[in-house]
């Protein structure tokens, strides 16, 4: 499969692309083995292996970073789990907190800046599986931690290469790009998935977040989510704070492992503020921009075969630093 994406004929269309892969991907072809590690703070992350770790450590490794109220069961993540076997290297889902299936226990939630957790998973799994080479790839909101995660590590990050895919490198912008025309319909779908996750939480933990069932049920906007919660938990002044400090773009020159970020022109979570300017970026970062795939979708293939272009491009960009 070309590095280049080639869209499905009659399936350019950003929403079509954005959508597909919940269609054609409706299970997931590979059966994790789950990981329950606790964390320091009395909390906990699942982890979604594509095999036993003990007896795969000695393979190369791919950590994967999901998406805003992402898990296992999103396409793309049980999709590359499964490419990542089939490569002969060891896959793993690290699940931000709550987003497994069950509630976390503590006030802490994730967002697009949080690296705590990712920093002591990935320190972790090497301590426990040994030393073997590591990659990661994050997707969405997780491709922002990711970048963000790599940015304040530099040449200490515990990764050999990274791909960043689909990333909301610039909060503003694209909260404001959710917030107009069709797109709001991915805001929609979004907030209501963090709704119902907090209102689990809220049942299971009266007073685990900074306000009770009715007010949650009030928020309209994933704006609002991030006003009266991820921004009181996490100390920013409000919304606008905390998209200003977490966006990972001028963070990028700080990267020091080779790193891939893939954008498609016709995403509709994307504004033009997230296009890297080139000129600024180190020689590790291979910036690539393709015409079309929507957010996270990448279809390629015919009707009767449809192909997940990530799930090639990915491993292919990463082999060289997976099996040097």
């Not at 599986?129 to 994050?138: E, K, L, R, S, T």
């Not at 304040?152 to 025309?181: F, H, W």
């Not at 449809?306 to 040097?324: A, F, G, N, S, V």
Request: overall charge positive.
């Amino acid at each position: 499969m070309s590095k280049n994406f080639q869209p499905i004929n009659w399936a350019k269309n950003p929403h079509l692309q954005t959508l597909l892969p919940r269609i054609v991907r409706k299970k997931p072809k590979i059966k994790p083995l789950w990981q329950r590690l606790e964390l320091r703070d009395g909390d906990f992350i699942d982890l979604a292996w594509s095999e036993d770790p003990q007896s795969a450590k000695h393979k190369p490794r791919l950590v994967i970073f999901h998406g805003l109220e992402g898990s296992f069961r999103s396409p793309y993540a049980h999709g590359m789990l499964e490419a990542t076997k089939r490569r002969g290297w060891l896959g793993v889902i690290m699940h931000f907190r709550g987003c497994s299936g069950e509630p976390n226990r503590q006030k802490r939630i994730y967002h697009s800046g949080e690296i705590t957790d990712a920093r002591y998973f990935l320190k972790w799994h090497k301590t426990i599986y040994g030393q073997v080479p590591i990659a990661a790839v994050g997707y969405s909101l997780g491709g922002n931690m990711l970048a963000c995660y790599l940015a304040e590590t530099g040449q200490y990050a515990d990764v050999n290469a990274a791909v960043i895919v689909s990333a909301p490198l610039m909060l503003e912008p694209c909260s404001i790009r959710l917030e107009k025309g069709i797109s709001q319909f991915y805001e929609r779908y979004l907030l209501n998935g963090l709704k119902r996750n907090a209102t689990r939480k809220l049942i299971r933990y009266p007073g685990s977040l900074p306000l009770n069932l009715l007010q949650l049920k009030k928020l309209k906007r994933l704006r609002d989510f991030n006003n009266v919660i991820t921004a009181k938990i996490y100390g920013f002044k409000d919304a606008a704070d905390y998209y200003h400090q977490c966006s990972a773009l001028p963070r990028l020159p700080n990267i020091r492992v080779p790193t891939l970020i893939i954008h498609a022109k016709d995403d509709p979570f994307m504004a033009p503020e997230v296009v890297p300017d080139i000129n600024q970026l180190p020689v590790n970062i291979e910036y690539q921009m393709t015409e079309h795939g929507g957010h996270v979708g990448f279809v390629s293939g015919t009707l009767k075969q449809p192909k997940m272009w990530l799930e090639q491009r990915i491993p292919d960009w990463l082999t060289p630093h997976l099996e040097p």
